[in-house]
T-cell receptor
Framework: EAGVAQSPRYKIIEKRQSVAFWCNPISGHATLYWYQQILGQGPKLLIQFQNNGVVDDSQLPKDRFSAERLKGVDSTLKIQPAKLEDSAVYLC???????????????FGEGSRLTVL | DAKTTQPPSMDCAEGRAANLPCNHSTISGNEYVYWYRQIHSQGPQYIIHGLKNNETNEMASLIITEDRKSSTLILPHATLRDTAVYYCIVRASNTGTASKLTFGTGTRLQVTL
């Protein structure tokens, strides 16, 4: 089974530029999450989708961050304009619904590392 | 979701058991204890979870105290590949599409020769 795919793995931009990250979750997984992980910290949830609807975006800085999951499958996270403090790894995760094992497990991608200069 | 407290770092000799503690004194009755780990430059990986009873799988064992205020993750025979940051998380539902994972700073486990 293919895992969660993310691209690009690395991105370097200057402040005030824009950047977009792409995530393709595991096939059939209805729930998709974007996390931000700053160096030395644990991941912080930015946004959670259930199919193509937003469940939780309370910690998404909406003045500069946006995310969409138009067809309920893959998703894009955009930052515009980027600030120095946005330097972080952006992790995408997915989880199934109706999981008979009821583990509630999230499956994470390898992340996209953003450096803002 | 309840907050957890973990030691920032621990060392363990290869081949020995690694016992990682976690305090979650404000855990509610419907909250599960989850453990994830994150190896350098990778995304977090699920290890195990439990509600009240002790749990074991192919990766680890989870011991939850009777009052549920603390737990211990046990890696029975640690290897160098177990070097990672281990996160203890309490979460309201074990299926929750509406229940997010809230990560703390975790315990950095260093397994040495």
């Amino acid at each position: 089974e293919a895992g969660v795919a993310q691209s690009p793995r690395y991105k370097i931009i200057e402040k005030r530029q824009s950047v977009a990250f792409w995530c393709n979750p595991i096939s059939g997984h209805a729930t998709l999450y974007w996390y931000q992980q700053i160096l030395g910290q644990g991941p912080k949830l930015l946004i959670q989708f259930q199919n193509n609807g937003v469940v939780d975006d309370s910690q998404l800085p909406k003045d500069r961050f946006s995310a969409e999951r138009l067809k309920g499958v893959d998703s894009t996270l955009k930052i515009q304009p980027a600030k120095l403090e946005d330097s972080a790894v952006y992790l995408c995760a997915s989880s199934p619904t109706g999981d008979r094992r009821l583990t509630g497990e999230l499956f994470f991608g390898e992340g996209s590392r953003l450096t803002v200069l | 979701d309840a907050k957890t407290t973990q030691p920032p770092s621990m060392d363990c000799a290869e081949g020995r058991a690694a016992n990682l503690p976690c305090n979650h004194s404000t855990i509610s009755g419907n909250e599960y204890v989850y453990w994830y780990r994150q190896i350098h430059s990778q995304g977090p990986q699920y290890i195990i979870h439990g509600l009240k009873n002790n749990e074991t799988n192919e990766m680890a064992s989870l011991i939850i105290t009777e009052d549920r205020k603390s737990s211990t993750l046990i890696l029975p025979h640690a290897t160098l590949r177990d070097t990672a940051v281990y996160y203890c998380i309490v979460r309201a539902s074990n299926t929750g599409t509406a229940s997010k994972l809230t990560f703390g700073t975790g315990t950095r486990l260093q397994v040495t020769l």
